[in-house]
């Protein structure tokens, strides 16, 4: 195979429009030199900097950033920046202003200034082109600026541009016109490509007017210009306004209307797109989205009928008849997951998932065991840096998967088979690299341009440069032809790498079934854990050795029957390998690949000189004049010597020292001191102070006055076990414990109210708090003034109805009489309140409780019941039912998630939205999501006859992947989904888990 040099594509998206442009010079291919790897070459962002990459380090690390002077690069036409080492072996060239446009560029490195003697030319020349910038214009409608007018409009679109563009001089080449007036059209900055812009205050009014919108890129040396004009509806014109056929996570059909439109409705039967008939829809504001199971695909007719209501009760008068287009998908393959490490659990086959492809082309490369250190001092597990310096080509193979016509234009799963791979081979690090050619793809081409021949030869990676090779062989072809196809399938440069898309995409796989944790100590210790990942069993005698960063051994042990190990490193450990048979595993000790903590409770104190010590009473709080009984657990670690004194110091409120005593005796390490505080000594928080040598241990003593009752109190609510959401009243009756009436005194009563979770008997599978409740327990003022002559008042309480918490709450009355002297008395009453007259709730369709998921593609029955506080069904009416798709909750997150705030953000909207009938308290509605939605989904109810909503939270999945951790994460962990048998717990009691796992 030829060795040729490899090139940087610094290239960037073009939006291509049906205008004329001047033609761009072909880049002509550089010759290669012994010395430089990578440079950069083709079409590059007129922001970027030029790069050379050489194939050896060039300077030490003290020198990365440093300025070059006088600086060996040159270039025609002349450009002014300066130079930088990025790297040890990358030298860069940083322009000191955006280049112009469309310019073609000849650059030279002298290699003189950077290197005495080398190998090849002195000079080097390379060629670029900076790219000559277009840019597309959308508009995506017309929306009302609030709900509640929709007499007032905006319009909002967005700009493209195939460079960088900076924000003030696009906002020069857009112009919009209303009525014959200028309108200010308000801009924001997606990224530097990528812009939108909103026209606002569009008044309809009796009779249709026209919005004019201009673009002229000629100030931006951009050829493109244009007009569009678009149709403002009159103020009575409720109709269709825009239908666009939209493609992101999911595709759907968007339908726009000149008016919001009314929610919830029914919309079945009003709207059809082509043949499609298991349509559901979402409604958001003036918007409808189409969604169906299916794919939609190609040119399909959107027939909108008449009937649909807008927010004031309106029909929709004539029916319209749109068409729009969904696109081929571009073929694409992908790897499942993020994991590196591949256990022997059910043979050796990984999840890959591909679009309109029917073979894929597969490549190992094998890193040997003794090279696996070499290649983590540079590469995380999934990296791929000085791969030629470790690994080597060992299998290339084409694989059929067996795709029909029908999988067209569908996401397809497989699990691709690596066992021919590994078998015949000893183990190691593996990366695979899967790709696909013209000829593997589903896909529907017109041309006749000849296939690119398919090389299964290994690579020798046997000379320096012989890793990185052009990527364009040596073929001559058209640079301009190339860029502007880039995105084509049907042509050979959408096969090579470019910076917006590369159908290349790799993985790092280690077949190993020993699992490692390990925890950093003081002094370089190490406490490791090793467990089988197919059991979760640990593993005995695995033999584990501690390298530093030069691959020096400095600490080995051998894990313990229970899994565990302690490894004393005599300086700091970089590198943890396990080995056992033929199997290893291997563990970056570095403080970048440390898992996050920032979840946790990670608050402690330090152990100084070894010494732990513990102060404990015989209780919480003593009275002046008490015995106070103190224990001091002292844990040495053998390092005091015997009768070693312990002296403990007792200390006032204000500081002063009160008393102090010594032990030299102890039992077992527990020190025993009574401590004694007169009749009259200051109340407030005390302190003991243990001292044991130069190391301190303090706890708070409380010393209070405590006075008895001296009334008997009493509230009553005419005997009810469960307070209502009815204005009620209730007796508040005192009197002396010695029988005397407790006339004309004082009397304050407050309340406080915290949910509780509501649950039925008769409905025990059924959810009724609502989980976007923000309520918060709050306090009250029930009463505050005098008894009568009789040591009696009656109350008033009406909170029922003034709060909305997520269900049921427990409502505490505290009751203070006060005495004429200004001590009181104190009562307590606690009893659940039922805010609302109806609750309605909902059950899930979960089968497996150690498994609570459902399956994607499969119609799930969630229940809905209405009840009464006591829990009977009851009544006829609707339910509205939202369905979101939430972000993954991590299972370490001890923080409270706030689903209220999480979707009451603008952008939010449901994913599906239903209205459920009821019949004498019960309903239905059938839950079915495809594969491509796998994720944590809330459905939500609300009663359309009363005040009360409810949710559940579920996760649906691909069946066999339930619980699995596929969100990418810097701290490379995964999710597991789990539950607990109760939601509260008594001390003492058994915490039961489900957590699900793979069959097995």
């Excluded at 570095?590 to 979840?599: F, K, M, P, Q, R």
């Excluded at 709730?841 to 809905?864: E, F, M, Q, W, Y």
Aim: charged share 25%; hydrophobic share 35%.
């Amino acid at each position: 195979m030829k060795t040729l040099t490899k090139i940087i594509f610094s290239v960037s998206l073009t939006f291509l429009l049906a205008c004329s442009r001047e033609e761009m010079p072909p880049v002509p291919p550089t010759t290669a030199h012994p010395m430089i790897s990578v440079f950069t070459s083709g079409f590059m962002s007129r922001s970027s900097a030029v790069r050379v990459v050489f194939v050896a380090d060039m300077i030490d690390s003290s020198r990365i950033n440093s300025i070059v002077e006088p600086s060996p690069f040159s270039f025609t036409p002349r450009i002014k920046g300066e130079t930088t080492w990025r790297d040890r072996r990358t030298l860069q060239f940083h322009p000191a202003e955006w280049l112009p446009p469309g310019t073609f560029y000849t650059g030279e490195l002298n290699l003189k200034k950077i290197i005495a003697e080398g190998i090849g030319e002195d000079h080097f020349q390379f060629t670029f082109s900076t790219i000559l910038p277009t840019m597309e214009i959308s508009v995506d409608g017309l929306s009302p600026m609030d709900i509640a007018d929709a007499a007032v409009q905006r319009l909002s679109g967005r700009l493209e541009f195939s460079d960088v563009m900076v924000l003030q001089d696009v906002e020069k080449i857009v112009t919009a016109e209303y009525d014959h007036r200028p309108m200010e059209i308000i801009w924001a900055s997606q990224d530097e490509r990528v812009f939108t812009f909103f026209i606002d205050n569009l008044v309809r009014e009796k009779r249709e007017k026209d919005l004019k919108i201009r673009w002229d890129g000629r100030a931006l040396d951009i050829a493109e210009r244009g007009e569009r004009e678009i149709k403002i509806p009159s103020l009575a014109d409720f109709s269709v306004t825009q239908v666009r056929a939209i493609r992101r996570d999911q595709q759907f059909v968007e339908i726009r209307f000149s008016d919001p439109l009314q929610k919830p409705q029914s919309l079945e039967g009003l709207i059809q797109v082509s043949d499609y008939t298991d349509l559901h829809y979402t409604i958001d504001n003036n918007i409808i989205r189409a969604y169906s199971n299916m794919l939609f695909m190609g040119d399909l007719i959107v027939t909108v009928h008449s009937g649909i209501l807008n927010q004031n009760g309106f029909r929709l008068q004539e029916n319209s008849v749109h068409q729009v287009t969904f696109d081929q998908l571009k073929p694409s393959v992908a790897f499942v997951g993020n994991g590196i490490i591949l256990p022997t659990t059910q043979g050796l086959t990984i999840p890959i998932e591909t679009v309109n492809v029917r073979s894929v082309l597969i490549t190992a490369i094998r890193i040997s065991e003794e090279k696996i250190p070499q290649f983590l001092q540079v590469n995380n597990y999934d990296g791929d840096r000085e791969l030629h310096r470790v690994g080597r080509e060992v299998w290339k193979q084409i694989v059929d998967l067996g795709v029909q016509p029908t999988d067209k234009n569908q996401t397809k799963r497989f699990g691709l088979d690596v066992t021919p791979l590994v078998t015949s081979r000893p183990p190691g690090l593996y990366r695979l690299d899967l790709t696909f050619r013209r000829p593997f793809i589903l896909y529907d081409c017109d041309d006749k341009t000849a296939d690119q021949p398919i090389d299964l030869d290994l690579a020798s990676w046997d000379d320096e440069d012989d890793y990185d090779y052009w990527p364009m062989g040596d073929q001559d072809f058209d640079w301009n032809e190339f860029y502007n196809q880039r995105d084509n399938p049907c042509h050979p440069a959408f096969y090579y790498p470019w910076w917006d898309h590369d159908v290349t995409v790799s993985k790092n796989i280690l077949i190993s079934d020993i699992g490692l944790i390990a925890k950093k100590g003081e002094n370089n210790a190490l406490l490791v854990a090793v467990t089988d990942l197919k059991s979760a069993e640990p593993m005995a005698n695995v033999s584990l050795s501690a390298y530093d960063f030069q691959q020096t051994q400095i600490g080995v042990a051998k894990s313990n029957a229970e899994g565990f190990a302690e490894i004393t490193c005599s300086r700091k450990p970089f590198l943890l390998v396990a080995e056992q048979g033929d199997q290893s595993s291997y563990l970056k000790l570095n403080e970048g690949s440390a898992l996050s903590i920032s979840h946790f409770d990670v608050g402690g104190e330090a152990v100084p000189q070894g010494i732990k010590g513990f102060i404990y009473g015989e209780r919480g709080v003593w009275r002046p004049g008490d015995a106070i009984f103190l224990t001091f657990i002292l844990f040495d670690d053998n390092k005091l010597p015997p009768h070693h004194p312990v002296s403990i110091e007792f200390y006032n409120p204000r500081g002063q020292q009160v008393l102090t005593q010594t032990q030299t005796h102890s039992i077992n390490g527990f020190y025993t001191f009574r401590l004694n505080t007169a009749v009259d000594a200051p109340t407030g928080n005390w302190r003991a102070k243990c001292i044991v040598g130069g190391v301190t241990f303090e706890k708070i003593i409380k010393i209070e006055s405590i006075m008895p009752n001296r009334l008997s109190i009493d509230l009553d609510f005419g005997g009810k076990t469960e307070l209502s959401a009815e204005p009620m009243t209730g007796n508040l009756s005192a009197s002396w414990l010695f029988g005397a009436k407790a006339d004309n005194l004082i009397a304050r009563v407050e309340g406080r109210l915290t949910p509780i979770e509501t649950r039925f008997e008769s409905l025990p599978k059924y959810t009724f708090d609502d989980p976007l409740s923000t309520f918060e327990p709050e306090s009250f003022a029930v009463f505050d003034g005098a008894l009568d002559h009789d040591g009696k008042a009656r109350i008033a309480l009406n909170v029922g109805s003034s709060i909305a918490p997520p269900g049921k709450v427990n409502a505490v009355f505290n009751t203070r009489v006060f005495e004429p002297g200004g001590a009181f008395s104190s009562h307590r009453l606690s009893m659940p309140m039922s805010p609302y007259d109806h609750y309605i709730g909902l059950s899930l369709p979960i089968k497996d409780p150690d498994n609570p998921t459902l399956a994607t593609d499969s119609t799930h029955i969630v229940s809905i019941a209405r009840v009464t506080p006591s829990g009977k069904a009851e009544g006829n009416g609707f339910v509205e039912l939202s369905l979101y798709k939430i972000k993954w909750r991590w299972w370490w997150e001890k923080e409270k998630e706030s689903l209220a705030e999480y979707l009451s953000a603008e952008s939010y909207r449901p994913v599906q939205s239903a209205v459920v009938p009821l019949r004498n308290g019960m309903g239905q509605w059938n839950l079915r999501l495809p594969e491509s939605e796998w994720g944590r989904y809330l459905v939500r109810i609300k009663d359309k006859n009363g005040r009360h909503c409810s949710g559940a939270i579920v996760y649906v999945d691909v069946p066999g992947w339930e619980g699995r951790g596929r969100k990418d994460s810097a701290d490379g962990a995964g999710i597991l989904v789990f539950s607990s048998d109760k939601t509260q717990y008594n001390v003492g009691e058994t915490v039961t888990l489900s957590i699900p796992a793979g069959k097995g």
